[in-house]
T-cell receptor, first 113, second 115 residues
Framework: KQEVTQIPAALSVPEGENLVLNCSFTDSAIYNLQWFRQDPGKGLTSLLLIQSSQREQTSGRLNASLDKSSGRSTLYIAASQPGDSATYLCAVRRRGGSEKLVFGKGTKLTVNP | DTAVSQTPKYLVTQMGNDKSIKCEQNLGHDTMYWYKQDSKKFLKIMFSYNNKELIINETVPNRFSPKSPDKAHLNLHINSLELGDSAVYFC??????????????FGPGTRLLVL
C-alpha cells in the first residue's frame, strides 16, 4: 500500500529565504508525482508534475526533483514571498492503470514579511 | 472561465438528510474524481470515473453514490447524512493515462457540515 509522507508538517520562514519541502513515498512503482498548493478555504492548484522517467521540473521560482529509487521528491522554492504562504501537498500516482492519486498530509508554509 | 466548478460551495444540513453535490469540467477531460478532505486536512480519493464508467471505488459507504450523466459531469449523492460526513469534498478531472500529462485539476471544494 502506497504511503506518502511530507516533512515538515509546518514551516515558517522570513521573506526572501530559499526553502525545501520534502516528500517521501513507500512504493517506487509510480507513474508520476504531482505537487499542489492549497490556500485556506480554497481548492488545490497544480504546481508541477514530474513523470517517473524525469528527474526534475521547473516553473518560475519552483523546482521539483524526483528520485524514484529512493522514494523521495523535493520542492525547492527560491526567494520566498508572503504570497507563497499556503499548504503544499505532494501526491503520487501508482503505475499500473489506476488513476488515483495518493496524497501526503501536506506542509503548511508561512512566509513572514 | 472556471475549469472545474462545484455547486454548492457550502452545504449545511441535518443528520439523516439526503444531499447532492454537482461537478462540471469544461476542459474536455475524460476522467473525473471525487476526493474527501477531512478535519485533519488529509485528502483521500473516493471515486473516479472515466468516460462515464466507474474505475475507482475506494472503501466508501454505499450511502455515497456518484453519477456521471456525461463525461463533463460527475455528481455525488449522499443518503442519510452522518456527522462524520462533515468534510470538504473536492471534484477533479484529468485527461487520464492515455493522453496528456495526467495533471489533475481541482474544483474549489464543497464544504459540507452535518449538524
Amino acid at each position: 500500500k502506497q504511503e506518502v509522507t511530507q516533512i515538515p508538517a509546518a514551516l515558517s520562514v522570513p521573506e526572501g529565504e530559499n526553502l525545501v519541502l520534502n516528500c517521501s513515498f513507500t512504493d517506487s512503482a509510480i507513474y508520476n508525482l504531482q505537487w499542489f498548493r492549497q490556500d485556506p478555504g480554497k481548492g488545490l492548484t497544480s504546481l508541477l508534475l514530474i513523470q517517473s522517467s524525469q528527474r526534475e521540473q521547473t516553473s518560475g521560482r519552483l523546482n521539483a526533483s524526483l528520485d524514484k529509487s529512493s522514494g523521495r521528491s523535493t520542492l525547492y522554492i527560491a526567494a520566498s514571498q508572503p504570497g507563497d504562504s499556503a499548504t503544499y501537498l505532494c501526491a503520487v500516482r501508482r503505475r499500473g492503470g489506476s488513476e488515483k492519486l495518493v496524497f501526503g498530509k501536506g506542509t503548511k508554509l508561512t512566509v513572514n514579511p | 472561465d472556471t475549469a472545474v466548478s462545484q455547486t454548492p460551495k457550502y452545504l449545511v444540513t441535518q443528520m439523516g438528510n439526503d444531499k447532492s453535490i454537482k461537478c462540471e469540467q469544461n476542459l474536455g477531460h475524460d476522467t473525473m474524481y471525487w476526493y474527501k478532505q477531512d478535519s485533519k486536512k488529509f485528502l483521500k480519493i473516493m471515486f473516479s470515473y472515466n468516460n462515464k464508467e466507474l474505475i475507482i471505488n475506494e472503501t466508501v459507504p454505499n450511502r455515497f453514490s456518484p453519477k456521471s450523466p456525461d463525461k463533463a459531469h460527475l455528481n455525488l449523492h449522499i443518503n442519510s447524512l452522518e456527522l462524520g460526513d462533515s468534510a470538504v469534498y473536492f471534484c477533479a478531472s484529468s485527461q487520464g493515462l492515455t493522453g496528456g500529462m495526467g495533471t489533475q485539476y481541482f474544483g474549489p471544494g464543497t464544504r459540507l457540515l452535518v449538524l
